[in-house]
């Protein structure tokens, strides 16, 4: 078990451009939630999987966001025609229905719209 | 909507001096509380979770209370160190599914 892997770490992009990143929970977790956070605040939450059922989304997730889980493993969200406002960290987290609903993080991808 | 709130953002101790954090949140029906640490460019590490029924949890130089009825939560880290320097978020769990509602968070900073 190594923990939630995220994948990229940094992303650099051009506005307008479409981006995806993504997300390995631990394995036996079976929740998947991702979160945004910006310079200062605390992560807002963006939505959330129970296996490969999205569950729940944001307000804050327009149109042009689109998260997948298919076969209720790794999860990718994708942004499209970026927006300087989507530079963020992304996070996402994994938990286990049942347990004690504590998060594992994982380490964040980075996104730069420029 | 929950709103969570920490004060003060930002606070500076010497090394050894105990830290106290303090969270309050105006919805009392909580599932959960959960406390973090997040280094800078970092992801968040969950320190302790608190269900709605207890009042507090502890770990090693850490110690969580919950006050649902006041609103309120406090992380105490004991004997704090220059490693304890960090951001400290306090996150209030808003329904069953495991979904949190974060505040601002508390930065930290421990001088040797």
């Known amino acids: 078990d190594t923990g939630v892997s995220q994948d990229p770490r940094h992303k650099i992009t051009k506005r307008g451009q479409n981006v995806t990143f993504r997300c390995d929970p631990i394995?036996?977790?079976?929740?998947l939630y991702w979160y945004r956070q910006t310079l200062g605040q605390g992560p807002e939450f963006l939505t959330y999987?129970?296996?490969?059922?999205?569950?729940?989304k944001s307000r804050l997730l327009s149109d042009r966001f689109s998260a997948e889980r298919p076969k209720g493993s790794f999860s990718t969200l994708e942004i499209q025609r970026t927006e300087q406002g989507d530079s963020a960290m992304y996070l996402c987290?994994?938990?286990?229905?049942?347990?004690?609903?504590?998060?594992?993080f994982g380490s964040g991808t980075r996104l730069t719209v420029v | 909507k929950q709103e969570v709130t920490q004060i003060p953002a930002a606070l500076s101790v010497p090394e050894g001096e105990n830290l106290v954090l303090n969270c309050s949140f105006t919805?009392?029906?909580?599932?959960?509380l959960q406390w973090f640490r997040q280094d800078p460019g970092k992801g968040l590490t969950s320190l302790l979770l608190?269900?709605?029924?207890?009042r507090e949890q502890t770990s090693g130089r850490l110690n969580a209370s919950l006050d649902k009825s006041s609103g309120r939560s406090t992380l105490y880290i004991a004997a704090s160190q220059p490693g304890d320097s960090a951001t400290y978020l306090c996150?209030?769990?808003?329904?069953?599914?495991?979904?949190?509602?974060f505040g601002a968070g508390t930065q930290v900073v421990v001088t040797p």
């Open positions: 608190i269900q709605s029924s207890q």
């Open positions: 999987f129970q296996n490969e059922a999205q569950l729940e």
């Open positions: 919805d009392s029906a909580i599932y959960n």
């Open positions: 987290a994994s938990s286990f229905t049942g347990g004690n609903y504590g998060y594992t």
């Open positions: 996150a209030v769990g808003t329904d069953s599914w495991g979904k949190f509602q």
């Open positions: 394995s036996e977790h079976n929740r």
